[in-house]
């Protein structure tokens, strides 16, 4: 089991930045690649990003390539997602998901909403 709790959303103003962190808890978190997607009412949920159980691969989607950059610190259980030059279009609730032991499987997993935990989410609101 991996308990996750998200926090650091709000409002912001186009350009600014935001950084996300998700308390991880449970005895095998640090054996998942762990992720954040992000669901706008009406719009289907996309997965964002992904790093790899030690954080020396990640996955970007295209639409935050150069602007999100995700992290994570195993010794304090927390990922981050670091959000620059945030647009209108990044509003949504985010979550951070814990999606695989295997990293080979963890970005189409994350891609076909395969996820194993997920937290409650924050909500990001974007204005122009």
């Known amino acids: 089991q991996v308990q996750l709790v998200e926090s650091g959303g709000g409002s912001v103003q186009a350009g600014g930045s935001l950084m996300l962190s998700c308390a991880a808890s449970?005895?095998?978190?640090?054996?998942?690649?762990m992720a954040w997607f992000r669901q706008a009412p009406g719009k289907e949920r996309e997965g964002v990003a992904a790093?790899?159980?030690?954080?020396?691969?990640?996955y970007y989607a295209d639409s935050v390539k150069g602007r999100f950059a995700i992290s994570r610190n195993n010794a304090k259980s927390t990922i981050y997602l670091q959000m620059n030059s945030l647009k209108p279009e990044d509003t949504a609730m985010y979550y951070c998901?814990?999606?695989?032991?295997?990293?080979?499987?963890?970005?189409?997993?994350?891609?076909?909403?395969?996820?194993?935990?997920w937290g409650q989410g924050t909500q990001v609101t974007v204005s122009s």
């Open positions: 998901a814990a999606v695989s032991t295997n990293w080979v499987r963890c970005t189409p997993a994350l891609l076909r909403g395969e996820l194993n935990y």
């Open positions: 449970g005895d095998t978190y640090s054996s998942y690649c």
């Open positions: 790093i790899s159980a030690r954080g020396s691969a990640t």
